[in-house]
Nanobody
Framework: QVQLVESGGGLVQVGGSLRLSCAAS????????MGWSRQASGKEREFVAA????????YYADPVKGRFTISRDNAKNTVYLQMNSLKLEDTAVYYC????????????????WGKGTLVTVSS
């Protein structure tokens, strides 16, 4: 089992920045690709970003490319999502996820989900 706990969500103004963290515990962290998805009110959950187990490869959904950066610190069993130039449409609950393959994260069917952290972007 892998437990994922997100933190760092909150209220931020349009154009601002926020950094989310996800602490993992349980099985070997480096066995997993890690990612973030989000779910806005009334919408389906959507893939945001993923990083390979080594941290060398990253993947982004088109709406966040150039604004969000995913990274991981394997020594701390933590994955991060740096969000810059935030827009109103970035408002959502952000979920951390773990899977043995990036495809599982991109397809919205990872092995493990966190409980989420709310990000609210206001004008």
């Amino acid at each position: 089992q892998v437990q994922l706990v997100e933190s760092g969500g909150g209220l931020v103004q349009v154009g601002g920045s926020l950094r989310l963290s996800c602490a993992a515990s349980g099985r070997t962290f480096t066995s997993y690709a890690m990612g973030w998805s989000r779910q806005a009110s009334g919408k389906e959950r959507e893939f945001v970003a993923a990083v390979s187990w080594s941290g060398c490869n990253t993947y982004y959904a088109d709406p966040v490319k150039g604004r969000f950066t995913i990274s991981r610190d394997n020594a701390k069993n933590t994955v991060y999502l740096q969000m810059n130039s935030l827009k109103l449409e970035d408002t959502a609950v952000y979920y951390c996820a773990a899977d043995h393959a990036v495809a599982g994260l991109q397809e919205g069917a990872p092995d493990y989900w966190g409980k989420g952290t709310l990000v609210t972007v206001s004008s």
